[in-house]
């Protein structure tokens, strides 16, 4: 069938097996490879992408039920206000060991500030309670969403 | 992969048709969270979807007088996120807030929660333990059935496979009224329950009535605990009844050992739950 996407403000129009899943458009048909797969089950949160304004996990998105709709993948994060204040706070705290999950951690990241502009701890932790990092460097991460919310703010 | 013939309608009514024409080897997708792997893993291999998720008239969240209405669509997050919820079925919140991640919830739907039947779904002992009511529709008819009693098995409950769900209802907690969710998993979050229990009952000083008590993951279904709940009523609350009651959940829990746990701690555990909960939204104000 024909899928149409709108992924990081661009029109696209694709032929796609139904039961392919939106990751497997992204990497493999758009060459989007920032989102990564994980677990391919829900359980790690590496596919993360925002879906009409939504974290959702990719790998659970069968193409046919993505037609139509909006998608921000970590490539375009860029060009968003929030989404650049954390790229650069995550840098800057050194929240990046083997960087596999972070795409993943930034998206949920960039869903979390999209709706708790100045987070608590406790308010991080359950945005980011998504995603895995097996380095678990994961205090390094919550700085960097403090950071950037301090930096978005001021 | 064999391609798989996927119906995406726009309207409950189109919807229906397509259910009652596919008939067999039609399978109902709404998130898709737990079909998804299913499919892409083998396990579950359908000759068509039908993908409801684009069924909008099915995702609300309205007060209709003492009731609350929720279309069997409307995601676990907006659920969990609702004012309205929060206010009145605070329990719910508690329960769906441990249902996977932030991004699964939303995704996934609290129609698909329950008619997925699986014994450790964390929306279901809240929804059990309100005595929600479901509304189930087919081309035929529409009937409303109580949810407790709705499940057989794991994976098997009391729809037929011409019927969707589309709405939750359950009457609102007032502002006497207590409850709680409590369940243990090996994580915080993103883990599944090995132990789950909901609580709901009246208040007035420490006298409790109107109890309802709900186990979810220690039994092939989510189950009442009766006993529990009789046992309670009418009583005043003090850590002694806690404890007595604690040991007739125990009781009333019929676990078996798997891969996440044993029988015996999690029957132990509903007990434990259950005194936690109780200690919790009885001794804090």
């Given amino acids: 069938m024909t899928i149409k996407l709108k992924v990081n403000g661009k029109n696209v129009e694709l032929e796609a097996s139904p039961t392919r899943t939106l990751l497997d458009i992204l990497r493999e048909e758009l060459g989007l490879t920032g989102t990564k797969e994980g677990c391919r089950k829900g359980e790690c949160g590496a596919c993360t992408v925002l879906m009409n304004g939504k974290a959702v996990l990719s790998c659970l998105v069968l193409a046919v039920q993505a037609d139509g709709s909006e998608v921000i993948t970590v490539e375009g994060l860029e060009k968003d206000r929030i989404g650049k204040a954390l790229q650069d706070a995550y840098v800057d705290a050194g929240a990046v060991q083997c960087g596999y999950c972070i795409p993943g951690f930034l998206m949920s990241s960039r869903a979390l500030l999209a709706e708790t502009p100045d987070p608590t701890l406790g308010e991080i932790k359950e945005g980011l309670s998504g995603n895995i990092c097996r380095c678990t460097g994961y205090t390094k991460i919550f700085d960097a969403v403090k950071l950037a919310a301090k930096r978005l703010a001021t | ?285």
């Fill in chain 2, 1 to 285: 992969m064999r391609e798989i013939k996927t119906y995406s309608p726009r309207s409950l009514e189109k919807a229906l048709d397509i259910l009652t024409e596919q008939a067999a080897g039609v399978k109902v997708i709404a998130g898709g969270t737990d079909l998804v792997v299913q499919v892409l893993e083998r396990k579950k291999d359908p000759r068509s979807l039908l993908d409801i998720s684009r069924l909008e008239e099915l995702s609300y969240i309205r007060e209709d007088g003492d009731r609350i209405r929720i279309g069997a669509l409307t995601t676990q997050r907006e659920v969990e996120k609702s004012p309205l919820v929060t206010a009145h079925a605070p329990l719910l919140c508690e329960g769906i807030r441990l249902v996977g991640s932030p991004q699964l919830r939303n995704s996934c739907t609290l129609g698909g929660n329950i008619i997925n039947a699986s014994p450790v779904a964390d929306s279901v002992p809240p929804l059990m333990a309100l005595d929600a009511e479901l509304t189930l529709r087919s081309v035929y008819n529409e009937r409303r059935v109580p949810l407790r009693g709705f499940f057989n098995g794991p994976g098997d409950c009391g729809i037929e496979p011409y019927e969707l769900l589309v709405e939750i209802s359950f009457a609102k907690l007032g502002p006497g009224h207590v409850s709680f969710y409590e369940r243990l998993g090996q994580r915080k979050f993103l883990s599944i329950s090995k132990v789950g229990v909901a609580f709901k009952a009246a208040r007035e000083g420490a006298g409790l009535s109107d109890v309802a008590v709900s186990l979810g993951a220690v039994a092939p279904t989510v189950i009442l605990a009766p006993r529990t709940a009789a046992f309670l009523e009418g009583k005043e609350y003090s850590a002694a009844v806690a404890g007595e009651a604690a040991l007739i959940a125990e009781e009333e829990s019929r676990a078996i050992t798997d891969i996440r746990s044993t029988s015996s701690y999690r029957d132990r555990m509903a007990g434990a739950l259950l005194l936690r909960g109780l200690a919790r939204v009885m001794e804090s104000n």
